[in-house]
């Protein structure tokens, strides 16, 4: 009895895939699945079944895992992320987003997902270093002698300065993140 309840509090929790009840299920755990059913077919009486099958996932261009469902012969391509929110956290409100707490945009776990601002999003966001290391500092393109400085703040770069020295640009940078996040 004991290890049942450990097994059942273990396994995803499946729910209907919003818009798509009866057709598609969405796991706690980020996994897609169709439901078996009849489907009416023209010139048959029994229809045709379908069966149980868990859709295979692809990698976007974007970086988050993506799934193909078909409703009534039309395709529809969704991010799994957006998918389990729908179904187990409920409608997402205008001007919120989905974010992925480790910043991995493949862990559709539903620990993982939570909703956020898009101002928080973009804080949260995890970045490619830039070409000398750091994102937001660049040595000039016009004279290849000083190093800029910039970042950016809901969507518009703020410039910080030139700089004599890499670590110069570097330290303006960290000292305006901090106070801009704080």
């Known amino acids: 009895d004991y290890f049942q ?30 439901i078996a059913r009849r489907v009416k077919k023209i010139g048959s009486k029994n229809g045709r079944f379908i069966p ?17 469902i078909v409703v009534n012969g039309k395709c529809k391509t969704g991010t799994i992320h957006r998918f389990v929110a729908g179904a187990h956290i ?3 409100a205008d001007g919120m987003c989905i974010d992925h707490v480790n910043g991995c945009r493949t862990d ?7 909703v956020v601002t898009q101002r928080q999003n973009v804080r949260n966001k995890v970045t490619t ?8 500092i660049y040595l000039a ?42």
């Open 129 to 136: 270093n830039g070409p000398h290391g750091h994102r937001g």
């Open 108 to 114: 559709n776990r539903l620990s993982n997902l939570r």
């Open 52 to 68: 149980q099958k868990n859709r295979s996932a692809r990698v976007g261009t974007n970086g988050y895992k993506m799934v193909t």
């Open 5 to 34: 309840s450990l097994i059942s509090n273990c396994a995803s929790k499946w729910r209907p895939v919003v818009g798509h009840e009866g057709h598609y299920e969405v796991s706690s755990d980020g996994d897609v699945r169709s």
């Open 90 to 92: 409920g409608p997402i």
């Open 141 to 182: 393109k016009r004279t290849g002698r000083c190093w800029r400085a910039d970042i950016q703040i809901d969507g518009k770069t703020k410039y910080l300065g030139s700089f004599v020295s890499k670590e110069e640009a570097i330290s303006a940078g960290t000292r305006r993140i901090r106070a801009v996040v704080v």
